[in-house]
């Protein structure tokens, strides 16, 4: 007996539900601007976030956007919106599209797209002077991009 239910533990074992595979930026889908479906399928760590935002290497948000939330940021950007509220504005799905690339959501916005890896009009080759081959890596991975969004989820009026 016992080593029937050995047997079947190890069949079930072997036909567990798949991992979720991260989305790449080729294969985003956006529904008006927004995406509905998390890019890793795991939950974003909003501290995380917090970090990507305020790091120039990063995403550096704040380099445009003036956040109230994060009062020690030095000289906060005021050529994007304020992102205050940002979570009563717009939904997670919408957040994440605007992340991703907010042309999709907002045509001449000039945030760059921070998941992106191909279509670019002429991105440089680093000190160069010529255009990159694509396909370029994203600017953020994708655990990143819901990190953000995380973030930006806890920023309420």
């Given at each position: ?7 079947a ?13 991260e ?5 985003v ?28 290497a ?24 304020p ?19 907010a ?9 760059p ?6 279509g ?13 081959q694509?396909p370029l ?21």
């Open positions: 007996m016992a080593k029937r239910l050995w047997v533990a190890a069949i079930l074992a072997g036909h567990s539900a798949p991992a979720f595979a989305i790449s930026p080729v294969d889908t956006f529904a008006e601007g927004a995406i509905e479906q998390s890019l890793t399928g795991q939950a974003g760590d909003a501290a995380s976030g917090a970090k990507v935002m305020t790091t120039a990063l995403g550096n948000c704040v380099a445009c956007h003036v956040i109230d939330a994060m009062p020690d940021v030095e000289f906060p950007g005021n050529i994007g919106p992102l205050d509220g940002a979570a009563d504005r717009w939904s997670e799905a919408q957040l994440r599209g605007i992340v991703v690339n042309k999709m959501t907002f045509e001449g916005s000039f945030m797209a921070f998941y992106k890896s191909a670019y009009i002429r991105p440089g080759d680093t000190y160069t002077g010529k255009a990159a694509e890596p994203p600017i953020l991975t994708a655990q990143q991009v819901e990190d953000v969004v995380a973030y930006l989820l806890t920023l309420k009026e």
